[in-house]
């Protein structure tokens, strides 16, 4: 059975964010923080774009469809992983950002709530007046739930893996900090800590049909909760980004080369089980 997790304040029927159950001998921790479109119409009354404007913003800063590559990679898998998925848009907020200062997109207007758009326009007035009902209502227990999921895996399996499953444009956006770097087709984020050379090795593996990975290029690091990061060596950490013409017909229809994605993601998820 699903897990869905509560917000009182959200106002909406939908669960803002799921742990779907896997096997319980697996490490492995898919987490999808970036697939969703929806945004609760309390929060929406607060943006500043219009209809057709969001619907664009949309379709810029979503990763499309990567709960369909991670459902499917973790049904094909031989030891069926876990998978955490944010059922709300990262406009609402980015549960994979600092909610404070140490957040360097805070800069361009993206730290945990963001006030600007992929294209540095503006999304919410500055201050947003609602910023810590945001971070009460959604960022801190998504982070609380993630952080158990970790907690879980540890406790039954003595390690727990976490892959973080995004995309990426194939041309840079405005927001890019680093949208000048190569953009290959698979890039692999990595954080010095909890991402050991077999956990790479093997992803550099699984994903060499694609020809090309480079590491922490166009983005860089690897989501881990807080309450382990730097701190637990059991939990490890990769992130997956999938350069999105190589699955979607840009920026959001998706075509043949999702199955490939699920496929290699697959092999990830056996190797890393394996041990």
Not at 166 to 193: I, K, M, N, Q, W
Request: with cysteine; charged share 25%.
């Amino acid at each position: 059975m699903d897990t869905p997790g509560t917000s009182v304040q959200d106002g909406d029927d939908t669960p803002p964010f799921r742990l779907h159950p896997g096997d319980p001998s697996s490490p492995v921790l898919l987490h999808v923080p970036h697939a969703s479109r929806e945004i609760p119409e309390r929060v929406r009354s607060r943006l500043l774009l219009d209809a057709a404007a969001l619907e664009h913003e949309l379709d810029l800063i979503t990763d499309a469809h990567t709960q369909a590559v991670a459902e499917r990679a973790a049904k094909a898998a031989s030891v069926t992983p876990w998978r955490f998925v944010n059922e709300r848009s990262r406009l609402v907020v980015d549960p994979e950002r600092f909610p404070d200062e140490r957040e360097e997109m805070r800069s361009v207007g993206m730290g945990a709530v963001y006030t600007r758009t992929t294209h540095r326009e503006p999304l919410r007035p500055e201050p947003p007046a609602d910023e810590q009902a945001l971070l009460d209502t959604y960022f801190h227990p998504y982070a609380q739930a993630m952080t158990q999921a970790v907690a879980d895996r540890l406790a039954a399996t003595g390690r727990a893996v976490v892959i973080d499953v995004h995309s990426y444009p194939s041309r840079a956006l405005p927001y890019e900090l680093h949208g000048s770097d190569p953009r290959p087709p698979v890039c692999l984020g990595t954080d010095p800590f909890h991402t050991p050379d077999t956990l790479l090795a093997r992803a550099r593996e699984a994903f060499a049909p694609y020809g090309e990975t480079a590491v922490n290029t166009p983005f860089a690091g690897a989501y881990v909760p807080l309450a382990h990061y730097g701190q637990e060596p059991r939990v490890t950490a990769l992130m997956l980004e999938l350069r999105r013409d190589h699955y979607l017909d840009e920026p959001v229809t998706p075509h043949e080369g999702l199955a490939k994605a699920a496929d290699a993601l697959t092999r990830l998820i056996d190797a890393v089980s394996a041990g």
